[in-house]
């Protein structure tokens, strides 16, 4: 007969064993999509939870030094320099997000650290959004709402006609990735000229591309912003870019809110030198400028473009095999190719 005390002692020791030969994966803090497959993620790793720890970070990192070769992040961990610094051994960093503006993306260069994220899984929905902003603006529909609610129809008050009707316009798309793209294939349904703007042309792509986005704004009736939020893209769309789009120009941004400048487009909605926006993303979240509650040719929306189960679990997904494929020695699904 087996003794039950020795096969509870064996069980709990093989236990231990499969923990420490499971790959170690490092998060500083948890993100949604973690937070949502802790315990998938708990099944495939051992788990180095940062936030968790008594030590401070910098001691948590250097006692995880030598051992750390992969990190999960999201769009609320920085990961700078110093942080990296601390991890000599690390080869790649995950993020389960589309984004990668917080992490030193020089660095990681320079030390050979891969990034990878999960764009693809956000994309189709957040062309959705940039598309849906578009229709809200142009056809008013929140102020049309708005002027039921209030009896406004009802008591027979005056409600301007439309100006804008979204069929054959030209639309400028600012960063033509797998967000532009989807929104383009969507914009073409509704007639509309598509144009864009890049770091590079695109050969493939039978759209105009113009290399600046002034001469992009100047030559279209819309301009959606799809494109990541770096140095050379922060503050891009400002007070001469919006004069150019023009009094009856359309804004739409589902990339970062640090892309416009803020307090410039304020002033352009204001005084109506352009004609409305449609605004998922703000430069300081989740603080909005006051003077946009009271404008009816914007419409607002909480960064919640991609905010669905679906894509959560599709974000999961992605994340979980680019970590595989790099524990596997396989090539990454989704690595950053470009670093600046």
């Given at each position: 007969?087996?003794?039950?005390?020795?096969?509870?002692?064996?069980?709990?020791?093989?236990?231990?064993?499969?923990?420490?030969?499971?790959?170690?994966?490092?998060?500083?803090?948890?993100?949604?999509?973690?937070?949502?497959?802790?315990?998938?993620?708990?099944?495939?790793?051992?788990?180095?939870?940062?936030?968790?720890?008594?030590?401070?970070?910098?001691?948590?990192?250097?006692?995880?030094?030598?051992?750390?070769?992969?990190?999960?992040?999201?769009?609320?961990?920085?990961?700078?320099?110093?942080?990296?610094?601390?991890?000599?051994?690390?080869?790649?960093?995950?993020?389960?997000?589309?984004?990668?503006?917080?992490?030193?993306?020089?660095?990681?260069?320079?030390?050979?650290?891969?990034?990878?994220?999960?764009?693809?899984?956000?994309?189709?929905?957040?062309?959705d959004m940039a598309v849906g902003l578009l229709l809200a603006v142009a056809m008013r529909i929140p102020a049309s709402d708005r002027y039921i609610r209030t009896r406004g129809w009802s008591d027979h008050q005056c409600f301007p006609p439309?100006?804008?009707?979204?069929?054959?316009?030209?639309?400028?798309?600012?960063?033509?990735?797998?967000?532009?793209?989807?929104?383009?294939?969507?914009?073409?349904?509704?007639?509309?000229?598509?144009?864009?703007?890049?770091?590079?042309?695109?050969?493939?792509?039978?759209?105009?591309?113009?290399?600046?986005?002034?001469?992009l704004a100047y030559n279209c009736n819309v301009l959606i912003i799809c494109c990541a939020l770096t140095d050379q893209t922060r503050h891009m769309i400002n007070q001469d870019v919006l004069k150019s789009l023009g009094e009856n120009g359309i804004i739409v941004n589902v990339g970062r809110g640090p892309i416009i400048h803020e307090r410039e487009l304020v002033t352009s909605l204001m005084s109506r030198e352009i004609a409305g926006a449609g605004l998922d993303v703000f430069e300081n979240e989740p603080n909005v400028p006051n003077e946009l509650f009271e404008l009816d040719n914007v419409v607002l929306t909480p960064h919640r473009g991609a905010f669905t189960e679906e894509v959560f679990s599709n974000a999961f997904k992605l994340t979980m095999a680019n970590l595989e494929a790099f524990f596997s020695n396989k090539p990454l699904i989704t690595a950053i190719k470009q670093y600046d």
């Amino acid at each position: 007969m087996v003794n039950q005390s020795s096969k509870a002692t064996s069980d709990q020791s093989l236990g231990r064993q499969n923990v420490e030969e499971l790959p170690q994966l490092l998060i500083l803090h948890p993100g949604p999509i973690f937070s949502m497959h802790e315990s998938l993620f708990e099944k495939k790793f051992s788990l180095l939870k940062a936030w968790e720890s008594p030590e401070s970070i910098h001691h948590f990192l250097t006692t995880h030094a030598q051992s750390t070769r992969a990190i999960l992040c999201s769009s609320v961990t920085p990961i700078t320099a110093e942080i990296l610094s601390l991890l000599p051994s690390l080869c790649v960093i995950a993020c389960e997000n589309t984004g990668v503006e917080l992490i030193d993306l020089m660095e990681c260069r320079k030390r050979g650290i891969y990034v990878t994220n999960a764009g693809p899984a956000f994309s189709q929905d957040v062309a959705d959004m940039a598309v849906g902003l578009l229709l809200a603006v142009a056809m008013r529909i929140p102020a049309s709402d708005r002027y039921i609610r209030t009896r406004g129809w009802s008591d027979h008050q005056c409600f301007p006609p439309r100006t804008f009707k979204l069929r054959g316009k030209h639309v400028g798309i600012v960063g033509f990735g797998n967000i532009g793209s989807e929104v383009a294939k969507r914009l073409e349904a509704f007639g509309c000229k598509i144009s864009y703007n890049s770091r590079k042309q695109k050969p493939s792509i039978p759209y105009e591309f113009y290399p600046q986005v002034i001469d992009l704004a100047y030559n279209c009736n819309v301009l959606i912003i799809c494109c990541a939020l770096t140095d050379q893209t922060r503050h891009m769309i400002n007070q001469d870019v919006l004069k150019s789009l023009g009094e009856n120009g359309i804004i739409v941004n589902v990339g970062r809110g640090p892309i416009i400048h803020e307090r410039e487009l304020v002033t352009s909605l204001m005084s109506r030198e352009i004609a409305g926006a449609g605004l998922d993303v703000f430069e300081n979240e989740p603080n909005v400028p006051n003077e946009l509650f009271e404008l009816d040719n914007v419409v607002l929306t909480p960064h919640r473009g991609a905010f669905t189960e679906e894509v959560f679990s599709n974000a999961f997904k992605l994340t979980m095999a680019n970590l595989e494929a790099f524990f596997s020695n396989k090539p990454l699904i989704t690595a950053i190719k470009q670093y600046d």
